[in-house]
C-alpha cells in the first residue's frame, strides 16, 4: 500500500469518517453465475447486492463462429463493463452483427439510437445505403428530419432528388419551389395517385 493511500485511510479512520460506506470490490471475486441451459443456448445471470441485472444468452448454433442470438443486458461482474452483443442477430446496450439491435448499433440491418447499417439504419442518427431517423445519412434513401441521399426526404434533404421543407440538390421540391422533374419522381413512388 502507498504512503498517500495508508494516510488516506489512516485520516478517515481518525475523524470517524461515516459519509461513504466502504464496499468490498467485487471485481476481485470469484463470480457465481445462475446458469440456464435451455435447447436454443445458454443462459448467464447475476443479480448484484443493490438488485442491478446482469445477464447474457448465446445460442449453441453458429455461424461463420458468431452465435444466432447474442443477447446481453447490464455490466459483467467480472470487468464492471457493458459486454458489446456480438452475433448474427445482437440485441443489447452495444450491438455488432447482421442484425444489430442496440443502443449504439452497427451490422448490415441496424436499429438503435445509434445505428450504423451497411444495408439499413433506423434510429435516432443512422446511416446506410437506406436509412431512416432524426438523422438519416444514406447512400440511395433516406428518411428523416435531416435527410441525404440519392433521394431525400424530411424537413432538411440534401441529394439528387429532394423533397423537404427545405432542400438542396439537383431536382429540389421544397418551400420555395418545384423543379419538374422532382414532382415526376416523388408522384411516381406514391402509390395513390
Known amino acids: 500500500m502507498s504512503e498517500m493511500t495508508s494516510l488516506y485511510l489512516s485520516t478517515l479512520q481518525k475523524n470517524n469518517f461515516t459519509g461513504h460506506s466502504m464496499m468490498k470490490n467485487l471485481l476481485l471475486e470469484s ?22 441485472l446482469f445477464e447474457e444468452f448465446m445460442t449453441r448454433k453458429q455461424l ?3 452465435p444466432l442470438i447474442h443477447y446481453t443486458r447490464g455490466k459483467c461482474p467480472e470487468t464492471g463493463k457493458r ?38 439504419g433506423l434510429g ?6 437506406y436509412a ?10 433516406g428518411i428523416g428530419q435531416f ?5 431525400a426526404i424530411g424537413q432538411f434533404g440534401l441529394g439528387k432528388y429532394v423533397l423537404a421543407q427545405f432542400g438542396i440538390g439537383e431536382y429540389v421540391w421544397d418551400m420555395r419551389g418545384a423543379a419538374p422533374e422532382a414532382i415526376k419522381f416523388f408522384r411516381a413512388l406514391m402509390p395513390f395517385r
Open 124 to 129: 435516432q442518427a443512422s446511416t446506410g445505403v
Open 83 to 120: 459486454i458489446i452483443a456480438k452475433g448474427i442477430i445482437a440485441i443489447g446496450r452495444l450491438a455488432v452483427g447482421g442484425i444489430a439491435v442496440g443502443h449504439a448499433s452497427a451490422g448490415l440491418i441496424s436499429i438503435g439510437q445509434l445505428a450504423v447499417g451497411m444495408v439499413f
Open 64 to 66: 461463420m463462429g458468431l
Open 147 to 151: 435527410a441525404t441521399g440519392l433521394t
Open 31 to 52: 463470480v457465481e453465475y445462475q446458469i440456464t441451459e435451455t435447447p436454443l443456448g445458454v443462459w448467464r445471470r447475476f443479480v448484484y447486492p443493490n438488485g442491478d
Open 132 to 141: 431512416v431517423g432524426q438523422l438519416a445519412i444514406a447512400y440511395l434513401f
